[in-house]
């Protein structure tokens, strides 16, 4: 074990810099960088001076440190990362709008998960599919999801947030509206794939989203997402339950795809990431980001130049590897989180896809011992979900 040693004026002179270091972040202080692990010790000597000792457990020489190594240089000027900004300037107008803007997002993709429970039972009766074909057009939809999702990663790491949200929406707006059109089963296949393939995208609204909120709220507002969901879900509900019995399936598929072609206007109001420009190295671009911000929120831009941390700069450690979420540092949780994602998908979407299903199943629930049992339904049996199912769907999925 080898030990550092600092005393008198030194001690003292690093404990106000530190002190100073904590109570203004504009202030940075030079750190001493160990290869190994170490631990520190302040306390009085047996003379009453401060004495702050460094435990190393490596290699390195002892040494006495000389007071310009351990004070902050008075003629360097301060810095600040994209993080710092976003806290200084703190929770205003601008993220109140990008909470609304995001949160519409949420609720254009729920209506497009929601409608396949509604859509099932009315293409079994019009094109006379068997239960596997039912089950076909919810599949193709997940199956584009899954394949995209890996692909929209990379274009966001390569074009930006911004950039990516407006090309998945287009494509989910855009396929979304024509399958309303197919001509048969096999087109509406074709066509729904190529809207799971937009929906793949959809979660890079979140990161946006959260890349733009200060730490403290961070949590906070990520949760409240999802009532943007739950409220995507109750309109699809509603829409279908005043459209289906009248116009039908198709002006169900057209007119849910509406709020996607809405999104990517607003999305034309909405700034690119500071934190995506940092990474790839447009700090010019970055800063202007932080200032509108500011603006809008009528806060003060931090002092000082906007720099990289650690973790983004390019020069540090490539983007966008697969390979890291499967190495040592991040092998467990990815693991644990793809098992948790796994089982809340699969309880999740069950629940929802099933329900439609569960109406038209017989009812053996309330049958007594001397009555009969319902006879099960046909399979092939067609029957349309009724206002009552409608209205039992809105009250499962609130």
Same mark, same amino acid.
């Given at each position: ?13 690093? =404990?106000? +810099? ?14 001493? *960088? ?5 631990? &520190?010790? #302040?306390?009085?000597? @047996? ?15 002892? =040494? ?10 008075? +003629? ?27 949160? !519409? ?14 859509? $099932?039972?009315?293409?079994?009766? #019009?094109? #006379? /599919? ?18 995209? *999702? ?11 947030? &911004? ?10 707006? !855009?396929?979304?509206?024509? $399958?309303?059109?197919?001509?048969? !089963? ?23 989203? *959260? #890349? ?20 995507? *879900? ?84 490539? &983007?966008? &590897? ?23 998908? !699969? ?10 299903? /569960? ?21 092939? @049996? ?17």
């Amino acid at each position: 074990m080898e030990k550092l040693f600092l005393v008198g004026k030194e001690a003292q002179k690093l =404990r106000q +810099a530190h002190l100073d270091d904590v109570n203004s972040r504009d202030s940075h202080l030079p750190y001493v *960088s160990f290869t190994s692990s170490s631990g &520190r010790y #302040e306390n009085l000597d @047996e003379s009453g001076e401060n004495t702050l000792r460094v435990d190393v457990t490596g290699g390195l020489p002892e =040494r006495r440190l000389r007071p310009e190594e351990i004070l902050p240089d008075p +003629a360097a000027p301060p810095t600040f990362t994209v993080d710092q900004a976003v806290d200084k300037i703190g929770f205003g107008k601008f993220q109140l709008k990008l909470s609304c803007l995001a949160g !519409f997002a949420w609720m254009a993709d729920a209506m497009e998960m929601m409608i396949l429970s509604i859509l $099932s039972p009315a293409l079994k009766c #019009e094109w #006379e /599919l068997d239960g596997w074909q039912q089950a076909l057009v919810t599949t193709v939809v997940f199956c584009g999801m899954m394949l995209s *999702s890996a692909i929209w990663g990379k274009i966001s790491d390569k074009y930006g947030r &911004r950039v990516e949200l407006l090309i998945c929406s287009f494509i989910t707006f !855009f396929y979304g509206l024509i $399958s309303a059109f197919a001509p048969n !089963f096999l087109w509406l296949l074709f066509l729904r794939g190529f809207v799971g393939i937009g929906i793949g995208g959809s979660p890079q609204s979140v990161t946006l989203y *959260s #890349e733009f909120l200060p730490s403290k709220q961070r949590a906070k507002c990520l949760v409240l997402t999802e009532v943007f969901w739950a409220l995507g *879900s109750c309109f699809e509900v509603l829409l279908a339950l005043f459209v289906m019995p009248t116009l039908g399936w198709r002006w169900l598929l057209g007119l849910s795809s509406i709020p996607l072609i809405i999104f990517d206007i607003a999305c034309l109001w909405m700034p690119e990431s500071a934190r995506y420009f940092m990474a790839s190295g447009q700090t010019e671009k970055a800063y202007a980001v932080l200032q509108r911000i500011a603006n809008e929120n009528g806060q003060p831009m931090p002092p000082g130049e906007l720099v990289t941390d650690a973790g983004n700069s390019k020069d540090t450690a490539p &983007r966008g &590897r697969f390979r890291d979420l499967v190495g040592p540092d991040m092998r467990r949780t990815t693991l644990l989180l793809w098992i948790i994602w796994l089982g809340n998908a !699969f309880s999740y979407y069950g629940i929802v896809l099933m329900t439609t299903e /569960l109406f038209g199943a017989g009812d053996t629930c309330h049958v007594s011992q001397q009555a009969a049992l319902p006879k099960p339904p046909c399979p092939l @049996e067609c029957r349309m979900l009724s206002t009552a199912d409608y209205w039992d769907l809105l009250w499962t999925t609130v």
